[in-house]
């Protein structure tokens, strides 16, 4: 009998991951931390054009972009006078399984059909599980979608309860686990035992995948307006959407945009605890997500990761719970669009952002989700009371992730905080200095990369290696 | 003798995947405190009664063995009541806008 331990199936991780997404990752190293990332996205074989083209033929992308009329004019209530940027919101809930997931998926699935792979599968509890459930069933391939999806006491995050049920409606096994990152485990165990594809959320598939939202943006912001957008804003968990989306942009011609990346801050929370797991009150987009990932993206399900934000984002924000579900019932009451809740992340933030913008500026807001029953502002509140956690109206201030959510008691206190990139690109560079191999050294590639992936030069890397060494000496 | 329930009937699986003593070293304590737990769903192999040891057929076609543990499960996730916390937000962003909301 094979050794199913979780010991030994996380010993042949490097092998399960090669053979489910079938890239050699080997053959892009270039230094002892360096790889060849442009090599990695271009070896997919899509550019805008042809990644567009596969996904027309599911319906995916070319979603409307709407202007948000009355929000821009809440703004512009509460912003000094000349302030309050118009406002746009890409409304990818218009994807065949309701988010821009179904870019993510759609590359990934015909790469897995065009390889003759019997399924795929994928470690997910968000809305990318019924995006590749989605694609799958219309590929004729099965689907194990894995996820984390209940605590000890048996309670099911209701958002994760209705990704769930979307799908097993697409027809796909899912796998729900209790709280903890041996998801992981259970994932390469069945990925082993399947041979499936691995339709990681982090290969280059996912990204060049979304690269197309970026694009069309850019386009249809341009045509519409006559000028590129000023900032564009993403909702950021595992970096994926920053990425895809400013590289998305670039081709669009749009390199002068600014990206900016904005998550629910839930610091206080632990990401693996199981009495955290239902306080939360979000299931994606924040900060338990978005800071290790940016941090560390090489923390995925594949071995070197294709979503690496820090080389694309300019600016990087933080908003609470609460403002996220009050701007959620304000752009279905003043837009008539029910979205989200957790897309609304940065729509939030946009709201605080277009105030500090001219009126004749643009922000968009790159994207929107579908709403369903647990997959609502109701359902997490409902569930966040019967917790004993307090929600009332107040400052956002008050805030406190798994004690306190306040909903804003007016738009004037929606605020954006800023994450001291400076900070985080320190943070970055440690990991990195930490994971260097006994005795190994850093030479002049792999001081360029790191310097590439933290968006600055190589003197700055080097400034901040000496002095981390200098503080470890 | 407890019911056996049919071939073929649409059931949830459940099992311990790692007992207590045997989660990863980075786990926190609390959740260390408890197992790793599985639930699947799929199509019952062959006659069993709940709290029984049961095979199912998958949607993916995988033969999977646990405890049976609901049949026909139901979701049940929903919105639950109104939360006033939110009921009177759209009146106040009208009153805010004034005249400024009446769409274009």
Not at chain 1, 72 to 99: H, M, Q, W, Y
Not at chain 1, 146 to 153: G, I, R, T
Not at chain 1, 249 to 260: D, E, N, S, V, W
Not at chain 1, 368 to 389: D, F, M, S, V
């Amino acid at each position: 009998m094979t050794d199913e331990s979780y010991a030994a199936i996380m010993a042949q991780r490097e092998e399960i991951m090669r053979g489910s997404v079938g890239i050699d990752y080997g053959q892009y190293v270039t230094g002892v931390l360096a790889f060849d990332y442009e090599r990695l996205l271009a070896d997919t074989g899509y550019d805008v054009e042809t990644a567009r083209a596969v996904q027309t033929l599911t319906a995916v992308g070319d979603t409307p972009l709407v202007e948000l009329r009355n929000v821009t004019e809440l703004v512009r209530c509460v912003a000094k006078p000349g302030k309050g940027a118009r406002i746009f919101v890409k409304d990818e809930a218009a994807n065949p399984s309701g988010s821009f997931k179904d870019r993510r998926a759609s590359l990934s699935i015909h790469e897995a059909k065009k390889r003759g792979y019997a399924g795929v599968a994928a470690a997910t509890s968000g809305n990318y599980g019924a995006a590749v459930a989605s694609q799958a069933a219309k590929a004729g391939l099965r689907c194990i979608v894995v996820q984390e999806a209940f605590d000890s006491q048996g309670i099911a995050q209701p958002e994760i309860a209705e990704k769930t049920r979307a799908c097993e409606a697409y027809g796909a096994e899912v796998i729900r686990l209790s709280v903890g990152p041996e998801l992981f485990y259970v994932f390469l165990l069945t990925l082993k035992e399947t041979g499936y594809f691995n339709a990681s959320l982090y290969t280059p598939y996912s990204i060049v995948g979304i690269e197309t939202l970026g694009y069309e943006l850019a386009v249809q912001v341009k045509e519409r307006t006559g000028r590129f957008p000023d900032v564009v804003i993403a909702t950021h968990a595992g970096g994926g959407n920053v990425t895809g989306t400013a590289r998305g942009l670039r081709k669009g011609g749009a390199a002068q945009t600014g990206m900016i990346a904005a998550s629910v801050d839930l610091s206080g929370l632990h990401m693996a605890s199981d009495h955290d797991f239902n306080r939360k009150s979000f299931t994606t987009g924040h900060t338990g997500f978005s800071m290790p990932f940016t941090t560390w993206p090489d923390r995925a399900d594949v071995p070197r990761n294709a979503a690496r934000p820090l080389r694309y984002m300019d600016r990087f924000v933080t908003v609470t719970q609460g403002e996220v579900f009050y701007m959620t019932q304000v752009l279905a009451e003043l837009e008539g669009l029910e979205r989200g809740p957790a897309g609304n992340t940065s729509l939030a933030a946009a709201f605080a952002i277009a105030q500090e913008l001219d009126e004749d500026r643009i922000v968009v807001v790159q994207e929107t989700e579908y709403t369903g029953a647990g997959k609502h502002p109701l359902a997490q509140l409902n569930l966040a009371k019967r917790l004993g956690i307090e929600v009332r109206r107040g400052h956002p201030r008050d805030n406190q992730p798994g004690r306190r959510i306040v909903i804003p008691a007016h738009p004037s206190q929606i605020a954006v905080v800023d994450v001291d990139l400076d900070g985080v690109r320190r943070l970055y560079l440690q990991r990195a200095v930490e994971s260097l191999p006994e005795g190994a050294t850093l030479s002049d590639v792999d001081l360029e990369f790191l310097a590439a992936d933290t968006r600055t030069s190589r003197g700055y890397v080097q400034g901040i290696i000496d002095e981390l060494r200098r503080e470890n000496a | 003798m407890a019911e056996l329930i049919a071939k073929g009937t649409w059931v949830e699986i459940h099992r311990i995947v790692l007992p207590v003593g045997e989660r990863a070293a980075q786990v926190p304590e609390e959740t260390k405190r408890v197992p790793l737990e599985m639930r699947v769903k799929g199509f019952l192999v062959a006659p069993a009664a709940l709290g029984e040891e049961a095979e199912i057929v998958t949607r993916a076609g995988r033969r999977l063995w646990g405890t049976l543990t609901e049949v026909n499960p139901a979701y049940d996730h929903s919105f639950g009541p109104p939360v006033p916390e939110l009921s009177t937000i759209g009146e106040e962003v009208r009153a805010i806008l004034g005249d400024r909301g009446r769409g274009r």
